[in-house]
């Protein structure tokens, strides 16, 4: 009988101690929103804030309209890497987030998996208006930035009319990407730092200087749980270990600490 009970009393204690682990785990770790055209970058930093701190990452990846209204409706995030400053911005300016910063500007290209485009075009328009591309993809404008400022480059070159009957929308970059990458569309317009992948690599792009730089914010949503953390991270992003990943990636990256003053 009394084996039994100091049993008990060791099951409960067990118990106890990894339920107390597990919450401090929790309380330690963070829950990342990221726009889907940083997801390559971010694995990266947040593989090596890891391994520098022991501290878990847990990132969500999707467009930053779908993130922002996630946000909105209470998502546990912690922090929100967005690929615009209007969401960010927004989301400060409705008592959901701090003060946002700008973390890095992005550029977009247009990419195809058929590297015989690139060097056959010779530029981007070329390839959208001449070289038999039947479908093109693009993040969602309404959602992604950067299919807004492809659409807007679009526009500007007069070609948004020729390619729009072309186009077929993602609901990000990297779905855009994957159109591209599968071969259901001939070329998209993507990020430049998902050409620095794997994936991306086996292709070529087009440079579009048309398309604006893409400035990116991030925040730290104002009910996370763990904003000492947060901060922890957010001095990495500024470190020179994590300016080196992001200038590899093709981003043009802002000097200034991330921590809101």
């Known amino acids: 009988m009394l084996r039994k009970k100091n049993l008990a009393l060791w099951i409960c204690g067990l118990c106890f101690f990894l339920g107390f682990s597990g919450n ?3 309380d330690s770790g963070l ?3 990221v726009a889907a055209n940083f997801a390559p970058a971010m694995e990266r930093i947040s593989r090596n804030f890891t391994g520098k701190t022991g501290i878990p990452v847990q990132v969500s990846v999707s467009s930053s309209g779908r993130l922002y209204a ?8 912690d922090l929100f890497f967005s690929a615009d400053q209007n969401r960010p911005e927004r989301l400060f300016q409705e008592g959901r987030c701090e003060q946002p910063m700008v973390y890095v500007n992005g550029v977009v290209v247009l990419w195809s998996r058929n590297t015989a485009l690139c ?7 070329n390839a959208v208006s001449g070289f038999g591309l039947k479908k093109i993809g693009m993040a969602n404008p309404e959602l992604a930035p950067y299919g807004a400022v492809a659409k807007n ?4 070159e007069k070609l948004w009319n020729r390619a729009q009957d072309r186009l077929v929308f993602g609901n990000n970059v990297a779905q855009a990407f ?3 990458a599968s071969g259901a569309a001939d070329a998209s317009f993507i990020a430049l730092s998902l050409t620095n992948t794997p994936r991306g690599e086996q292709g070529c792009f087009l ?8 400035a990116q914010s991030a925040c730290l949503v104002r009910n996370s749980n763990n904003r000492k953390t947060a901060d922890k991270f957010l001095t990495f992003m500024s470190s020179e270990e994590t300016k080196t990943i992001l200038l590899q990636y093709g ?4 000097p200034k600490n991330l921590k809101p003053e």
Do not use: D, H, M
């Not at 480059?153 to 500007?156: C, R, S, V």
């Not at 440079?207 to 893409?214: I, L, R, S, Y």
């Not at 981003?251 to 802002?254: F, G, S, V």
């Open 24 to 26: 401090s785990l929790a």
């Open 31 to 33: 829950t990342v929103a």
């Open 70 to 77: 996630q946000i909105r409706n209470g998502a546990p995030f």
């Open 119 to 125: 060097s056959e075009a010779g530029s981007w328009q």
């Open 153 to 156: 480059a679009l526009l500007a």
């Open 178 to 180: 994957q159109y591209a």
């Open 207 to 214: 440079p579009v200087p048309e398309a604006e730089p893409v």
């Open 251 to 254: 981003y043009r990256t802002k």
